[in-house]
């Protein structure tokens, strides 16, 4: 097997990754893999509800390489946090205890070794160009990148289906988050050029063209993490588990505003409210997709404010910096080059998602920053990108 030393040499993060390795492992690295992050459109905390939701992989990804090892551990290095992890013992009868960042690929090697696919010691390193803890699903990223090298390392490559599920079992049981679908599926299905309609009591993706040569997207990241989240998501989830038994459904994505009018009004307030977001949020992805088809800036605008607010107010998962991209993009409007915003991802700080006008992006990142900055007091990074190519091998 040759080194992959020379493999798309044009992305500097892949070529740091490279030479880490070799200055880490003393040798250079023979395999690499690439998954990327996720930006979505429309659709947010529904997909662990059967909902519908419109994410796409954005140009941006995380890089796992490495190269067989002569013991039977598996040691892993971050670029990023500049730690070496040893995750499995030589008896493979135990974890070696792993934390942060490391239960991903931890949880992915369980994964593995529990569909019967034994794998052998290996070295690796672990960098990004993924924002970290910026809503755009770096962890997924992680778990599929890990995904795909194990895929390269073992022989044996995975169902995609079966590799988004074994990705979420990780951050369910390694990283105890009870995410849906949602971000694994687009780490692995992503596709250059379109945004992917995820159906997730059907479990199906339709790949749809993105008009790239009209409308460009803006991750707007607030630069906060409020600890909020950590216990609050599970939170919400427990709330439509518990709207979706009381309507007697295996989930809300049955459930409509008229089943909430009639047998869904004994609910308890909050439990109803986050039972309105799920089904009207459903409704606005399946509207936003035909928006985007006819370049309909009037109507993404209307369904991105919608969303927010329904995010903000039914589900209770925003916060103020969140909302004050929001306005912001509210003021400048589409005669500003700005078709639509809403914050994106599981809340509680993170980015926003907007629609702008390609013609507007030199001027656009800094109105955002310079009023963001005015009004909060706080840095906004804001990352152009593009719908990207899902996990894949490189070299």
């Known amino acids: ?67 067989f090892s002569s013991a039977s551990q598996i040691r892993l290095y971050s670029a990023h946090h500049r730690q070496t992890g040893v995750l499995v013992d030589g008896s493979r009868s135990a974890a070696v205890a792993a934390s942060g960042w490391a239960e991903y690929p931890r949880g992915m090697v369980a994964g593995f070794e529990s569909a019967g696919i034994p794998v052998p010691g290996f070295d690796a390193v672990i960098d990004s160009e993924v924002p970290l803890g910026a809503g755009l699903s770096s962890s997924a990223a992680l778990e599929m990148a890990t995904a795909t090298f194990l895929e390269a390392l073992t022989g044996h490559r995975l169902d995609p289906w079966e590799k988004a ?128 088809e006819r370049c309909d800036w009037g109507q993404c605008r209307l369904l991105m404010k919608e969303s927010h607010a329904s995010l903000r107010d039914d589900f209770e998962v925003s916060c103020p910096e969140l909302d004050a991209v929001v306005q912001i993009a509210d003021e400048i409007g589409i005669s500003g080059g700005v078709y639509g915003c809403r914050m994106t991802g599981g809340g509680f700080g993170g980015s926003c998602v907007a629609l702008v006008d390609p013609g507007q992006l030199d001027a656009l990142p800094l109105e955002f920053q310079t009023r963001y900055e005015r009004r909060t007091g706080l840095k906004l990074n804001v990352l152009v990108t593009r719908p990207g190519r899902g996990a894949h091998r490189i070299g």
Do not use: W
């Not at 493999?7 to 740091?16: E, K, M, T």
């Not at 023979?30 to 994410?55: E, F, K, Q, S, T």
């Not at 780490?187 to 050029?193: I, L, S």
């Open 1 to 67: 097997m040759s080194s992959v030393s020379n493999a798309d040499s044009s992305n500097g993060v892949l070529q740091r990754a490279l030479l880490a390795f070799e200055r880490e492992f003393g040798r250079p690295a023979r395999i690499a893999a690439a998954a990327p992050g996720r930006i979505n459109l429309m659709g947010d905390h529904v997909d662990y509800c059967g909902g519908l939701v419109l994410p796409m992989a954005i140009d941006r990804s995380t890089f796992v390489v490495g190269d």
């Open 165 to 292: 599920r074994m990705g979420q079992t990780a951050e369910h049981v390694f990283a105890g988050v009870p995410c849906g679908l949602m971000d694994q599926m687009a780490a692995v299905f992503g596709r250059e050029g379109c945004v992917l309609l995820f159906d997730c009591d059907h479990v199906s993706v339709e790949a749809r063209e993105f008009p790239a040569e009209r409308v460009a997207v803006l991750a707007l990241d607030t630069g906060v993490r409020h600890e909020l989240g950590a216990s609050e998501y599970p939170r919400r989830r427990e709330d439509c588990e518990r709207a979706a038994r009381f309507l007697g459904m295996v989930n809300l994505r049955q459930a409509s505003l008229e089943t909430l009018a009639g047998p869904g009004a004994g609910m308890d307030p909050t439990t109803r409210r986050r039972a309105v977001h799920v089904v009207t949020e459903n409704e606005r992805t399946r509207k936003m997709v035909s928006a985007l």
